[in-house]
C-alpha cells in the first residue's frame, strides 16, 4: 500500500516559524500530488497546500499566503510545510495527503497527523 509519515510539529510562539515534513513509501509516492490539510478543534478539515510531483505546480489556501510554502525533494520522496509568521489561528492538527484531487478535499492517502500549537 505505502505510507505517509509526517513530523516536525510541536508547541510556538506566535510569529514564530515550524517546518513540517512528509516522507512518502510505496504506492503514496506515484501519486499526482501531495499535500497538507488541517483541523482544528471544533472545524472541519480544511485543504492548506499542495505541490505535484512531476512539475512542481502549487496551490495554496488563502488564510496562508505569503506565509506557508510547500516544496517538494523528488529523491527522497518527501514534501515540506515551511510555515512562518505562525498565528494562533494556525492550531491544528495537520495532515499529509496523497492524490490527485486534494484542492478539491479528496485524498487517496492520508498520513497520522502532528499537532501544530501556536501561542498567543
Known amino acids: 500500500q505505502g505510507q505517509l509519515v509526517e513530523s516536525g510539529g510541536g508547541l510556538v510562539q506566535a510569529g514564530g516559524s515550524l517546518r513540517l515534513s512528509c516522507a512518502a513509501s510505496g504506492r503514496t509516492s506515484s501519486s499526482y500530488a501531495m499535500g497538507w490539510f488541517r483541523q482544528a478543534p471544533g472545524k472541519e478539515r480544511e485543504f492548506v497546500a499542495a505541490?505535484?510531483?512531476?512539475?512542481?505546480?502549487?496551490d495554496y489556501v488563502d488564510s496562508i499566503k505569503g506565509r506557508f510554502t510547500i516544496s517538494r525533494d523528488n529523491a527522497k520522496k518527501t514534501v515540506y510545510l515551511q510555515m512562518n509568521s505562525l498565528k494562533p489561528e494556525d492550531t491544528a492538527v495537520y495532515y499529509c495527503?496523497?492524490?490527485?484531487?486534494?484542492?478539491?478535499?479528496?485524498?487517496?492517502?492520508w498520513g497520522q497527523g502532528t499537532q501544530v500549537t501556536v501561542s498567543s
Open positions: 505541490i505535484t510531483w512531476r512539475s512542481g505546480i502549487t
Open positions: 495527503a496523497a492524490g490527485s484531487s486534494l484542492v478539491s478535499g479528496v485524498a487517496d492517502y
